[in-house]
């Protein structure tokens, strides 16, 4: 059976942590930045978990994380 090919899209989106879990980096950080508020930005810099929803979707993508 061939090799399964890594989304590379996925792989340069995600990395995996130490437990085994997906870190991301948040949305809406790109623009349209002047009406939100700067604690709101603030908190869009920081990276968060995939949720457990989401988690069987990025494992697929990426075979071999």
């Not at 996925?10 to 980096?25: C, D, V």
């Amino acid at each position: 059976m061939p090799k399964m090919k890594t989304r590379r899209s996925a792989a340069k989106r995600f990395n995996i942590t130490g437990s085994g879990q997906f870190k991301r980096s948040k949305a809406f950080k790109s623009h349209i930045l002047e009406k939100k508020s700067p604690a709101r930005k603030r908190n869009l810099r920081k990276a968060t978990l995939v949720s457990k929803s989401d988690y069987d979707r990025v494992v697929k993508m990426l075979p071999y994380a």
